[in-house]
């Protein structure tokens, strides 16, 4: 008897091999464990043994019958699933119709850039800071030591304002760079100092698509008691770096502007030809960027610093034209125009 | 500022394998920037003379022509468009590959074997101009004709018309702070300082009859021209100048006049100080030099008839002004053929005062752009002297009439400044020895004695170094800016303070744009009268520009409305729906000397056709800030005041707790609306003082505890008079139960079909809730008896009430 059981129990699994559908399945049930099934009568059977032989044969079958349906379920289950799969897979369903998104607006590239400039300078350990657009003339120019009869007030074409004069102040201006806010921190806030000042910036000029009446500029200015122009260089290195994803090298040229001292141009490296020369740089492996250079002793003073103890640097860089770089924007007046056309694209 | 390499070499030592490409770099890296290298050989190449040999018509275009061209060994099929063009006639020809400005105009194009119009072109035959060349007698439509000299086919171009010199140009706002290098003479200086060249120091013959004519000449302001040097010169012969100085002057971008004229030209462009020669016969007595009279009035050289005014300086004669000193000569004493004897004028003026004059007259001048940089006194007699040189040596008969005459009152102890080294090498982050701070002065010229007591050179210092950190910027450039290493500042420790204004600006435009769906727009800060009437604004409180560009940029904003509505009729040309935000300043005249600059976010909901959901859409837009920020006790009241584009009933303001308006919403004036072209559509806007609200953000929320028991849902839906307003009918819900009644949702508002005219069916979802308890059936029938109560008593009637 014991044989006939492990002859069964190998023709089940031989046959379940076999069993390809549920159907199958259920014919080899009841062909084996059906009322009249083949292992049904073997445990019929059992009763007619002999009381020694009855519980260890009895055992063994019951195991045997236990496992077997365990594996046929299993199968059946592994069957079903395969089946269920089978049906999923045929359904139609059209994934092509498109997407249903909430109608999400669009952030103007300027304050786009603005917010990831904040965001390194911030990293750097400077603070943000804002002054009024309409200025006065000190804050303007003399103060950044450009007085009245200066050449360089020439290159600031500016917008004055109506009826307003003031000994101290002079006439009105509408701020021609972010500069005035260099001498309201240091007369605010005094040595040490690390801030940057993005703001809106006004020219009296033609407009043209590279040129506007109103742009963005961004200021920065680090004063303490060992501060060098090799810092300025790691600092708008790294700026420029971490702003644009990829190492950026900088380099420095003589420049003239009047509240700086050496006065510099900062070029950054094209990252378009790999500084090998293209028509973006024209040629040169190098993007001009901006002005900067050591805080003139004279802009110390009109800020209340010492210029003895502390000393400092001081750039000044175009947003807008940092955001036209960026996008390939072609036509400056796009930025200020509201042509969502335009804006819907950022 | 173009300067010439072969002139250059006059003064410096330059080898000749140098790349002036290199030099120029260096230059840009060190000096002043440069803009440019100009070689003629380069420029011409692959420019050749060209044999038309046959001619035919252009088989697809009536005005082109296909020339059979020979260009020594090959002969090339050309199309061409020439209307001069002939068989027979030699051409210039640009071979692809050489670079070309069609007709003269826009940038250089390099050019390829092409077809035009279906025809082969192996390069093209080309307009004077095309190829950089100055010829006034071709006409618009023709070609450069060689015919006349018969050049050999297949000759380079340069050989024809080609200079041996090659060019540099200078980016004129680099020499801003540089007098020293307005002139050949300095740049040489500065090369030689450079690159450790030999500088060849420019020392003109000039030998005076002791006793003789001199000038007589009168300072009467010193302040304004500290330095007048004065020659006569006889026996003048004005003719053409010879070919060598035409050939310096044409290099550098000046044009010829005659052999006097150009020598005051050449000394200029040579050593920077601008010169002037008088005809001596139209000299009366002697020159004074003053201020103009009132009402004065000059022709000047260009023709033009000037009035002068107090505060400019002329050069006079006795009778009369000759020349506005500094910035251009007069015509009475102009140099002409029959001139035979000349006053040479070398002198040293007031740089602000001759930018005045300038900028008054709007007249620019290559001397007023010299004048204006403060140039050095001393140079004013070599130049003089120079001048003479050149004059004797072209002009054979000419004769130095006696000594020069030198009125001058100018400071001439130099400028001495200490520099202290340390400092230097901290400034500039490097670590150079006092050994090489000193030579590196030495090279430019400054005398350093001691412990670095530093003299500088005269030329130097009427403006440009004046003070220590000049010197610094010296040692620094010449050290090299490229070898200062790259290094990060230490952080402080203290960190700086935050701006959270500027980082709530971006939440908001977060909440706008991401959450809200608004376009972010930038407008400008201005507007013109125009738009202030159209949006029914007042002139009153405007700040006004003085100078501005157009009729629509002549008043600050005190509103960001007025550009908002401009980009509205922008955009329905491109969409029928838009919401658009700005976030920006705006500027208040309010009687002090700033104007009060406040930050606002203004903004604008239109959708095509009629409908009140703009206005709803923007206040729940104005709620969404308030909630953001957790800006809370405001008072929302129906009424608004400064807002004069709100429809005076479809508005609301919010205001502060203690009576600050924070912000408007509204649908727009129907008559702003009509104004700005925007009928057909349903505008509502809203504008939020920014700076104030924020006065009032509350950054912490507390928690409060979640409730224990189960809330009720009860809906309530009633007929009622559509005058009454939702506000009222909440209210009265609530009083129903102000205990368990939590909340009161507006879910429909329906007036139409099945409801009676002049009225409105409005439906609300009540929710109850009690802290202690789960509520009953009781509870929930006493509230909505209640609640049924006063709706009625409002003269609703329920909807499904038995």
């Known amino acids: 008897m014991k044989q006939e059981i492990e002859k069964l129990e190998k023709a089940v699994l031989e046959e379940l091999k076999k069993a390809s559908s549920s159907e199958g399945l259920k014919e080899l049930e009841v062909k084996y464990f059906g009322r009249k099934g083949e292992f049904t009568a073997i445990l019929k059977g059992l009763k007619d043994l002999s009381a020694e032989e009855k519980p260890v044969l009895g055992k063994l079958a019951n195991i045997t019958k236990v ?85 360089a007030r020439d290159m600031q074409d500016t917008f004055f304002i109506q009826d307003k004069n003031d000994p101290k102040h002079g006439h009105m201006v509408l701020r021609t760079h972010t500069s005035p806010v260099q001498i309201r921190t240091m007369e605010k806030y005094g040595a040490p100092l690390r801030i940057i000042v993005p703001g809106r910036v006004f020219r009296y000029e033609a407009t043209d698509a590279s040129h506007d009446t109103t742009f963005y500029q961004v200021e920065g200015l680090l004063i303490d008691k060992e501060i060098s122009l090799s810092h300025l260089k790691g600092v708008m290195a790294e700026f420029l770096t971490r702003l644009f994803g990829n190492p950026v090298k900088v380099r420095f040229r003589p420049g003239y502007f009047p509240f700086v001292e050496p006065g510099l141009e900062l070029d950054f490296s094209c990252l378009i030809c790999n500084a090998k020369g293209c028509k973006v740089c024209k040629n040169t492996g190098w993007i001009e960027f901006m002005g900067a250079g050591m805080v003139h002793g004279n802009v110390l003073k009109a800020g209340g610093i010492d210029s003895k103890k502390y000393q400092g640097w001081a750039f000044g860089f175009g947003l807008t034209r940092l955001v036209m770089m960026r996008h390939a924007v072609s036509d400056i007046r796009l930025l200020t125009n509201g042509d969502l056309r335009f804006i819907k694209q950022f | 500022m173009y300067v010439s390499l072969d002139w250059l070499k006059d003064f410096v030592e330059i080898p000749s394998n140098l790349d002036p490409k290199d030099l120029a770099d260096e230059l840009t890296l060190k000096t002043a920037e440069t803009e440019g290298v100009m070689n003629d050989a380069e420029k011409f190449e692959n420019m050749v003379v060209g044999h038309v040999t046959e001619l035919h018509p252009h088989p697809n275009a009536d005005k082109l022509k296909i020339a059979k061209t020979s260009i020594g060994k090959d002969t090339h099929q050309i199309v061409c468009g020439g209307a ?97 290098l307005w002139g050949h003479y300095g740049i040489a200086r500065e090369i030689a300082a450079i690159k450790g060249y030999k500088f060849k120091e420019l020392k003109p013959k000039f030998k005076a009859p002791e006793k003789g004519e001199t000038v007589d000449v009168k300072i009467e302001d010193y302040d304004l021209c500290p330095r007048y040097c004065g020659l006569i010169i006889n026996n003048i012969k004005v003719e053409d100048s010879p070919d060598w100085l035409k050939k310096r002057l044409k290099a550098t971008g000046h044009g010829n006049h005659n052999n006097i004229v150009d020598v005051t030209n050449y000394v200029m462009t040579e050593l920077g100080q601008p010169m002037h020669a008088f005809d001596k016969s139209y000299i009366k007595e002697g020159i004074i030099v003053r201020r103009a009279k009132k009402g004065e009035k000059i022709t000047s050289l260009d023709g033009k008839k000037r009035e002068l005014t107090q505060d400019m300086l002329v050069i006079a004669d006795h009778e009369k002004p000759v020349a506005i000193a500094g910035v251009m000569g007069g015509e009475n004493s102009e140099i002409n053929s029959g001139t035979t004897s000349i006053i040479l004028e070398s002198a040293n003026f007031n740089a602000a005062s001759i930018r005045k004059t300038s900028t008054k007259l709007g007249v620019r ?124 500042p230490m952080l402080p420790t203290k960190l700086p303070e935050e701006n959270t204004e500027r980082f709530k600006k971006h939440r908001t435009r977060e909440l706008f744009s991401h959450a809200l769906g608004f376009d972010e727009v930038y407008n400008y800060s201005f507007y013109g009268v125009k738009d202030i009437k159209n949006s029914l604004l007042s002139e009153e409180g405007h700040v006004k520009l003085l100078n501005y560009l157009s009729e629509d940029q002549t008043h600050m904003r005190t509103s960001l409305i007025p550009n908002l509505l401009k980009n509205l009729q922008l955009n329905i040309k491109y969409f029928d729906n838009s919401k658009i935000y700005e976030i920006g300043r705006t500027y208040k005249e309010i009687g002090e000397y700033f ?42 009241v129906k009424e608004i005041q400064n807002c004069p584009y709100g429809h005076p009933s479809k508005a609301l303001t919010f205001l502060s707790k203690s009576g600050q308006t924070l912000a408007h919403v509204f649908t727009l004036h129907p008559q702003v609306q009509k104004n700005h072209d925007l009928n057909g559509y349903s505008i509502a806007m809203f504008e939020i003082n920014f700076t104030e609200a924020l006065k009032l953000d509350q950054p912490l929320r507390s928690y409060k505890s979640l409730p224990k028991f189960p809330s009720i849902l009860l809906d309530v839906s009633v007929v009622i008079d559509q005058t009454k307003e939702i506000k009222t009918l909440r209210e009265e819900i609530f009083k129903a139960n102000k205990e368990l009644i939590k909340k009161v949702d507006l879910f429909d508002i329906y007036e139409g079909e099945n409801v009676e005219e002049g009225k409105k069916a409005v439906a609300f979802k009540v929710t109850m809730q009690a802290p202690d308890r789960t509520l009953t059936d009781e509870d929930m029938t006493k509230a909505q008896e209640n609640i049924f109560k006063n709706l009625e008593a409002l003269g609703g009637k329920i909807r499904g009430k038995a």
């Open chain 2, 84 to 180: 001069n063009l002939v068989e027979g006639m030699y051409v210039a020809v640009a071979l692809p590959g050489s670079w070309v400005r069609w007709h003269g105009e826009g940038e250089p194009v390099k050019l390829e074997k092409a077809k035009i119009r279906g025809e082969e072109s192996y390069g093209m035959i080309c307009q004077s101009a095309e190829i950089g060349l100055d010829n006034p007698n071709e006409e618009p439509e023709d070609i450069l004709d060689l015919s006349a000299q018969k050049p050999k086919p297949g000759t380079p171009i340069s050989e024809l018309f080609g200079e041996s010199d090659t060019v540099i140009e200078f980016d004129n706002k680099s020499l801003t702070h540089r007098p020293d």
């Open chain 2, 595 to 636: 104007p009060l600059e406040e930050k606002f976010v203004g903004g604008a909901i239109i959708q095509k056709g009629k409908s009140d959901d703009p206005f709803y859409e923007a206040k729940g837009a104005v709620e969404a800030f308030f909630e953001k920020f957790n800006i809370r006790k405001i008072k929302v």
């Open chain 2, 365 to 488: 001048t290559d001397a007023v752009q010299r004048f204006e940089k403060s140039l050095d006194p001393f140079m004013a007699e070599l130049a003089l002297k120079r001048a003479a040189e050149i004059i004797l040596n072209i002009c054979p008969g000419a004769e130095i009439a006696g000594s020069i005459t030198d009125a001058e009152k100018f400071d001439k102890k130099p400028v001495k400044i200490k520099l202290d080294t340390d400092k230097t090498r901290s400034k500039i982050g490097v670590d150079i020895s006092d050994k090489d701070i000193k030579k590196i002065l030495e090279s430019l010229e400054f005398i350093v004695s001691g412990s670095f007591e530093v003299t500088v050179p005269s030329f130097r210092s009427t403006k440009d170094v004046l003070i220590e950190d000049d010197l610094i910027e010296e040692v620094a450039r010449i050290f090299g800016y490229e070898n200062i290493p790259a290094s990060l």
């Open chain 1, 67 to 151: 496992k077997l349906e365990k594996t046929i379920e299993a199968q059946r289950q592994k069957l079903e699933g395969s089946t269920l799969e089978k049906e999923l897979k045929t359904e139609f369903f059209d994934t092509s119709i498109p997407g249903k998104t909430p109608k999400i607006g669009h952030i103007h590239p300027l304050s786009q850039v603005q917010e990831e400039v904040e965001r390194i300078f911030s990293q750097m350990g400077f603070a943000i800071m804002d002054g009024p657009e309409v200025e006065s003339e000190y804050y303007n120019f003399e103060g950044l030591n450009i007085p009245a009869d200066h050449p």
